[in-house]
């Protein structure tokens, strides 16, 4: 846009500076004017000074337009060099047309042929390469019909020396030479304008290249700027980002830490529960060798049972031997009462390893809870061998209170035999009795041996399972000792992550003190 108005205050120079040099002229042409005026004729001044005031008027009515449009058009331009041409040839012809001896002076003065070539020279101004040829052909035209004009008014034309310096004679050649000149000056200015015209091409390119070179570097600038601002914010978004980083792997490195030490506790609690299992499971051992002690003592009271009742057919069928037999019955009575006390210790036993074995689920199921996901089947079986101390604790107390209810039957049997003597007549009652008795204890006793088996049979399960859950601890040590290697070598690579992390932060620090340069270079 700055390019364009500097061309066209160039070309409007142009017309400006004609119509200076026109009024220049004006003033040149009166002066001369009035220097020559005893000299020429009266037809001659007047040409003079009418060709004179017709410029005036032209460089009037370019200054008006000068004046109120602040610029002279170029048409108007032009228009004004055609009519200076045509004003000049008008003066010559018309100062030609009086005698053949002025004529001659007219064509042979070099001041007037100065000002066709100032008009030629100056209509250059204008830039515009035709119009100057146009302007020179115009002006030879002009210079020609002025020379016919004088030749018309008797004007001998000649190459001899003498006579063409003598008035009413001129030179053909320098004539006809001063014609090709104009047409030659109007090319050569033509020439010139083009020149002019490809140096100001040349130089407006120039110009728009180092314009557009400029914007580009003016945009470069900006990209530049905009990317040292944006290497500045997302130095500072990634050294944020690397605080933040920093801060994690701390955090994540005292998780380790803590990782660390609740997995050695931990560890310390697998190989304690490892051990309390190892106990667990001697214990049960013991437990079975004496679950298989009271079968061996049920066995027997159950063959003192069998023989009791052989006894007891015996006196049945042996009624004269009442009290023989009812002696033989103390006496028996008097040994079950003592197999009845063993029983009574069996079940107190059998008591205590319900008791142990609930005490034993109670620390399993502790031990189930401490270890979490990895103790939850474990949990179950302490919970179903709970209830199956529970349930062998329950039919302790029931085979207790059977005994004691049998000793009671036993000590009444005993004072029965004492009296036997004297109630004989009651004899087969009382001996029918105890008889319905003695088959109610022999049905307990199979009920006990029954819950023997089944007690044994849990206590096998119970020991395999033991078996089980120690192996499993002997797996979870081993997990444990490996997790605890493996978060060793997680915490060393954490370490380096680190030192790295702190790597990073220097970097960081380093472009953005590097990204602050640039902005302010740039």
């Known amino acids: 846009m700055n390019d364009e108005r500097t061309t066209e205050k160039i070309a409007a120079l142009g017309p400006l500076t004609i119509n200076r040099i026109r009024i220049g002229l004006v003033f040149l042409i009166l002066a001369s004017l009035g220097a020559s005026w005893e000299q020429s004729s009266f037809a001659q001044n007047m040409a003079y000074l009418g060709g004179t005031i017709s410029m005036a008027v032209v460089s009037l009515v370019n200054l008006f337009f000068s004046y109120r449009n602040g610029r002279i058009p170029k048409s108007l331009g032009m228009i004004s060099v055609l009519l200076d041409v045509i004003i000049l040839a008008s003066v010559m012809f018309f100062a030609a047309s009086t005698d053949k001896d002025m004529s001659s002076g007219i064509i042979r003065q070099i001041i007037l042929y100065a000002i066709n070539v100032i008009l030629i020279v100056y209509s250059g101004l204008l ?19 002025v020379i016919l004009n004088c030749y018309l008014h008797g004007v001998v034309f000649s190459e001899e020396p003498l006579e063409v310096l003598s008035p009413g004679f001129a030179s053909t050649s320098e004539q006809i030479l001063k014609l090709i000149f104009l047409i030659v000056i109007a090319f050569i200015v033509r020439s010139v304008i083009n020149i002019f015209g490809l140096m100001r091409d040349a130089e407006e390119e120039k110009l728009n290249t180092i314009i557009v070179s400029g914007n580009e570097l003016k945009k470069s600038k900006e990209r530049m700027d905009s990317a040292a601002v944006s290497l500045k914010e997302k130095s500072r978004s990634l050294r944020n980002f690397s605080n933040e980083f920093f801060d994690v792997i701390n955090n994540h490195a005292a998780s380790f830490d803590e990782i660390g030490s609740t997995l050695t506790e931990f560890l310390s609690q697998i190989e304690s529960a490892a051990s309390s299992v190892k106990d667990q499971f001697g214990r049960i051992e013991l437990l079975v060798k004496e679950s298989q002690n009271l079968r061996s003592l049920i066995d027997k009271i159950s063959g003192y049972s069998s023989e009791l009742n052989g006894r007891i057919h015996s006196v049945l069928n042996t009624g004269k031997e009442v009290t023989e037999f009812v002696s033989g019955l103390s006496e028996s009575l008097e040994s079950l009462g003592e197999s009845f006390r063993s029983v009574g210790e069996v079940t107190v036993i059998m008591a205590d390893v319900a008791d142990r074995t609930n005490l034993l689920s109670l620390n399993a199921s502790i031990e189930a809870a401490r270890a979490g996901v990895a103790g939850r089947g474990f949990a179950v079986v302490a919970t179903e061998v709970s209830k199956l101390a529970e349930s062998s604790g329950q039919n302790a107390a029931r085979i207790s209170k059977i005994i004691g209810e049998s000793n009671d039957y036993v000590d009444k049997g005993r004072n029965r035999a004492s009296v036997t003597s004297e109630k004989v007549r009651n004899q087969e009652d009382q001996f029918a009795t105890f008889l319905g008795r003695f088959n109610e204890l022999n049905g307990l006793l199979e009920d006990q041996m029954k819950i023997n088996d089944q007690f044994l049979a849990s206590l096998s399960e119970l020991r395999k399972l033991s078996a089980g859950i120690e192996t499993s ?27 790295k992390s702190e790597l990073l932060s220097d970097t960081i620090k380093v472009l953005e003190e590097e990204a602050e340069l640039l902005g302010k270079e740039y």
């Open 473 to 499: 601890s002997n797996e979870q040590n081993t997990g444990a000792s490996m997790i605890m290697g493996a978060i060793s070598e997680l915490q060393g690579s954490m370490d380096s992550l680190l030192r």
């Open 127 to 145: 830039l515009v390469p035709k119009f100057v040829v146009i302007t020179g052909i115009v002006s030879a035209v002009a210079q020609g019909t």
